[in-house]
């Protein structure tokens, strides 16, 4: 079972919210967290170097310096107050129709380590040792890490009955999504809550922030080695989190957009594709206007877009293994036998020939890339489901790189944990 705490958020006065709360620091880069960040924006803290100018570089020292230098500010002038208390909080994010539901809590560090806090991505060292400086320098986990965990009743029916209060903190972003924010300061409840994760919720999934999971337990670690009193039960041993039940979550797609047909023509590369795929028009251009896009309609139908003409491509049965938790996932059937074995690109990760586009972004930026020059085709894939994503991390496997996109982003700066 899975270890929680409340905590003394450090967080902005309500008049102050949305001159505080920002994007969070790797959905923009340092040009545009320059053009949005006001004289209170979080992002003077999380994206410091765009207080230089020209903007200093992300990993120089002054930068760290003055990351550290602003949130000693922000608290100072009463941009960013602590609470009084330790306390959990409810945090709804509403995008068009649906909305969800999240608590905010500390997790703890040893359940990363041991698989209790399960992931369904690898990390990289070098973003992990990114990470890790900002939390060491600010002693603080200034950005919240976003989790999944099985749907619980009577957690639902808590957050249900705090959600029914007036909120703390409601405003609209600049994408249009609603942020709302509630506070459960009641002993009783608090503790219930605890009980409740301590008892009857068995993991937590990362859903989005594995590098910030990776360094908030290596921190936790390095502490814990400095510490000849070490008892687990430090501010340290814990870390902050965004918590959803799995049914309040959906997956968005995760495009794929290249550069070259890897020397074939276009009449080829459709002949290639025809091994393994039932290839046909979806929707072409008429009248004078551009082909209409068309969304794959299930699992194992793929979109391509080629040429001016929109494709439907669907995966021939014996092609994937339905009992490969991995092997069935649409990522591995198209990194398979479309961009690996065609299109010969062996490394999603490395490899310059290929770009990824959050489904957040629409098909229409898929033609868009296509169309400009700047690519020459486009696949749209499926929603991977929150069922697969668990079963995956439940059975111990990996999900191939840019499989999971997950919208709305947790907005920075509603609430900070500080490690001591």
């Not at 902005?12 to 545009?32: G, I, M």
């Not at 703890?108 to 973003?127: N, P, S, V």
């Given at each position: 079972?899975?270890?929680?705490?409340?905590?003394?958020?450090?967080?902005?006065?309500?008049?102050?919210?949305?001159?505080?709360?920002?994007?969070?620091?790797?959905?923009?880069?340092?040009?545009?967290?320059?053009?949005?960040?006001?004289?209170?924006?979080?992002?003077?803290?999380?994206?410091?170097?765009?207080?230089?100018?020209?903007?200093?570089?992300?990993?120089?020292?002054?930068?760290?310096?003055?990351?550290?230098?602003?949130?000693?500010?922000?608290?100072?002038?009463?941009?960013?107050?602590?609470?009084?208390?330790?306390?959990?909080?409810?945090?709804?994010?509403?995008?068009?129709?649906?909305?969800?539901?999240?608590?905010?809590?500390?997790?703890?560090?040893?359940?990363?380590?041991?698989?209790?806090?399960?992931?369904?991505?690898?990390?990289?060292?070098?973003?992990?040792?990114?990470?890790?400086?900002?939390?060491?320098?600010?002693?603080?986990?200034?950005?919240?890490?976003?989790?999944?965990?099985?749907?619980?009743?009577?957690?639902?029916?808590?957050?249900?009955?705090?959600?029914?209060?007036?909120?703390?903190?409601?405003?609209?972003?600049?994408?249009?999504?609603?942020?709302?924010?509630?506070?459960?300061?009641?002993?009783?409840?608090?503790?219930?809550?605890t009980e409740i994760f301590t008892n009857d919720i068995d993991a937590f999934y990362v859903a989005d922030g594995h590098h910030r999971t990776a360094a908030a337990a290596r921190v936790g670690a390095e502490k814990k080695a400095q510490n000849p009193h070490h008892t687990g039960n430090e501010e340290y041993n814990y870390f902050m989190a965004v918590c959803f039940p799995q049914s309040h979550l959906a997956i968005i797609d995760y495009n794929r957009v290249v550069k070259d047909l890897n020397g074939l023509t276009e009449e080829e590369f459709l002949k290639a594709l025809e091994e393994d795929f039932d290839v046909a028009v979806a929707t072409k251009p008429r009248c004078g206007r551009p082909a209409k896009p068309y969304a794959p309609i299930g699992l194992h139908n793929f979109s391509m877009y080629l040429g001016d003409k929109w494709y439907s491509l669907t995966a021939k049965p014996g092609r994937y293994n339905n009992d490969d938790p991995i092997g069935v996932l649409d990522v591995t059937i198209l990194s398979n036998l479309v961009l690996d074995k065609i299109l010969g690109i062996k490394d999603l990760r490395t490899d310059k020939r290929i770009d990824f586009v959050g489904g957040i972004r629409g098909l229409g930026e898929l033609s868009r890339r296509v169309d400009s020059g700047e690519m020459k085709v486009a696949f749209a894939l499926y929603p991977v489901s929150m069922d697969q994503l668990i079963n995956i991390a439940d059975t111990g496997n990996i999900m191939p790189p840019k499989t999971t996109w997950f919208e709305p982003k947790l907005r920075s700066g509603l609430a900070i944990h500080s490690l001591d």
């Open positions: 079972m899975v270890r929680v705490k409340p905590f003394a958020a450090i967080r902005p006065p309500k008049n102050l919210v949305t001159e505080v709360a920002a994007p969070p620091y790797d959905v923009l880069n340092s040009e545009e967290a320059l053009a949005m960040a006001g004289e209170k924006s979080l992002l003077h803290i999380t994206k410091p170097e765009i207080d230089f100018t020209p903007i200093a570089g992300e990993h120089e020292q002054r930068t760290y310096d003055k990351a550290v230098e602003n949130f000693k500010a922000w608290k100072e002038r009463g941009w960013l107050v602590r609470e009084d208390k330790e306390k959990y909080y409810v945090y709804a994010q509403t995008m068009g129709k649906r909305t969800q539901y999240g608590l905010v809590l500390c997790a703890h560090t040893d359940d990363y380590a041991q698989g209790i806090i399960k992931k369904h991505e690898l990390t990289r060292k070098d973003k992990e040792d990114d990470r890790m400086v900002h939390v060491r320098i600010q002693n603080a986990n200034i950005e919240p890490v976003f989790f999944a965990y099985k749907d619980n009743d009577e957690l639902n029916k808590i957050v249900a009955n705090a959600a029914a209060g007036k909120p703390e903190y409601k405003f609209v972003d600049e994408n249009k999504f609603t942020h709302t924010f509630w506070v459960i300061s009641d002993d009783a409840v608090i503790k219930r809550i």
